[in-house]
C-alpha cells in the first residue's frame, strides 16, 4: 500500500486535498499529517470518499496553535 505521512498545510487537507474528484484507499497508511481542516484528508464540494483497510493514525486539525476541525478526515 502507499504511505502518506508528515505532510502539513496552513488550510486544506495535510496529507491528502480531494477537490471534487473520487478517492479510494485500500491497505493505506495516511499519519502523522497537520492542517487546520482535515489533517489526514480533506474532502470538498462533489467529492467521494471510499476508504477501506486503510490505517489513519496521529493527523491533526490544528497548526501553528490555530483550532480547526477533522484531524483525520474533514
Known sequence: GLTVANGRSLDHGGGIFNNNGTLTS???TISGNSAVFGGGIF???NALLDIANSALSDNQSTV???GGSGGGIA
Open 26 to 28: 485500500s491497505n493505506n
Open 43 to 45: 474532502v470538498a464540494h
Open 64 to 66: 501553528d496553535g490555530t
